[in-house]
């Protein structure tokens, strides 16, 4: 069976530096920095008083109030995002098939505040069990594909994806493989995460993985800085319109990069960290390479997963240097990460919108509040440090990493006919 060639033709962002495509896309270029004291709630109390939160976002200036209330957040980004790649695609103007136009969307944890305010409510009672009838369909993961597919008619294949960190990237890579086997011409695919909650931040804390910068949360992401603390939380969504080739050239729509590769793998190591030398990091970028028909060597930037934690840095360097050996020195590194903080189930979606806008612009974003050197990592390495660098890029690949060991990466090459 002959394979179809699949490419991307929409994207759609909304993150704690941008919330559209190119407000994110220049917010990267500039090195701006996501993280800002919680305003969601009073977090003096917390040991993470900060985080990425979204910036200037009102969901009534996209739905109207009866609709938004049947929502989480985690919802209501996931649809503007889609909102925005569906009419970047342009998809929508012209003659498609509604039953061959799929949605495969993730999140990593879903209707954290529904959950909170309503068993909170409940706790404050006298025990009755009073909820709000939206409590499990607005709690539910599965939902945003759901409520993608029937604002829009799309009646292709239809549900979600979860692997913690690494749901955006495994949604990309199910929506890349359904449309190359021929099951869909076109799939809306990412991930979205609201999880700048009480429960988020105490959660993270409690397992001890998340910056406790308080002084100086503009620089507490720093991946690959000797001082490097641990993650910053982030919400938002990121989405990407993937297509068969042919349709999307029948249309005349316009294609920012093509999709040639997607590897998975597990660590089978610990429930939380990595294992010390990557193996997972490795055989996941080895399958992807694998899955793409490469060799190390087009490769010609890496998003890494870039957490700002102590051992995950390490590790995935470590994972780096094994796969692509000499080539590694003549690689961009940069962890966008930086700049957006840890968007859990929708990091892998904005990570590879990154990806596919270096590859699309020959521009590398930068790992930004680098500072200290970290004798651990090879000094070789180009880590893309501070600025943004301009070159050539016509391969990129991207990782992510989740709790339980769940790693995923995507691979996307610059489109040439």
């Not at 068969?244 to 029948?250: I, P, V």
């Not at 890496?302 to 094994?322: R, Y």
Request: contains cysteine; glycine residues 12%; negative net charge.
């Amino acid at each position: 069976m002959e394979l179809s060639r699949v490419v991307i033709t929409g994207m759609g962002a909304l993150t704690p530096i941008g919330n559209t495509l190119q407000d994110y896309w220049q917010g990267l270029l500039a090195g701006v920095s996501g993280a800002a004291p919680i305003t969601r709630f009073d977090a003096s109390k917390f040991k993470t008083r900060f985080a990425c939160e979204l910036k200037d976002f009102d969901i009534h200036n996209f739905l109207d109030r009866k609709e938004a209330r049947k929502m989480d957040p985690f919802a209501h980004y996931a649809v503007v995002a889609a909102d925005e790649a569906i009419k970047d695609s342009g998809l929508l103007d012209s003659t498609y098939d509604q039953d061959r136009i799929g949605v495969i969307f993730g999140s990593g944890i879903g209707g954290l505040f529904t959950f909170q305010d309503e068993v909170t409510s409940f706790n404050k009672g006298d025990g009755t069990p009073r909820f709000n009838p939206f409590f499990i369909p607005k709690m539910i993961i599965d939902i945003v594909p759901g409520h993608i597919s029937i604002k829009h008619g799309f009646r292709g294949p239809n549900f979600s994806v979860v692997s913690a960190c690494a749901t955006g990237t495994n949604a990309i890579i199910d929506a890349f493989n359904y449309i190359r086997l021929g099951m869909a011409d076109a799939i809306v695919t990412g991930g979205s995460e609201a999880a700048v909650t009480a429960a988020g931040i105490g959660g993270f804390n409690a397992c001890k993985a998340m910056s406790e910068r308080n002084d100086d949360p503009a620089s507490a992401s720093r991946p690959y800085d000797k001082n490097r603390d641990g993650f910053v939380l982030g919400e938002g969504a990121g989405c990407l319109i993937l297509e068969r080739l042919d349709h999307a050239l029948a249309r005349g729509a316009k294609i920012y990069a093509e999709v040639i590769g997607g590897g998975m793998s597990g660590d089978a190591h610990h429930i939380t960290d990595p294992h010390p030398e990557g193996l997972g990091a490795l055989n996941v970028m080895r399958n992807a390479l694998r899955d793409a028909g490469i060799s190390p060597t087009e490769i010609d930037y890496v998003n890494t997963h870039g957490t700002s934690t102590p051992k995950g840095d390490i590790a995935e360097t470590k994972a780096v240097q094994n796969v692509f050996g000499d080539h590694a020195y003549n690689l961009n590194i940069s962890s966008t990460k930086s700049m957006t903080g840890h968007l859990l189930g929708a990091a892998g979606a904005i990570e590879a919108i990154a990806s596919v806008m270096a590859v699309k612009h020959d521009i590398i974003p930068p790992t930004i509040n680098h500072s200290t050197v970290d004798e651990e990592l090879d000094p070789r390495l180009n880590f893309t440090f501070n600025k943004a660098q301009s070159r050539i890029v016509n391969v990129a690949l991207s990782n992510t990493f989740g709790f339980g060991g769940h790693n995923a990466s995507i691979i996307v090459r610059k489109f040439k006919g």
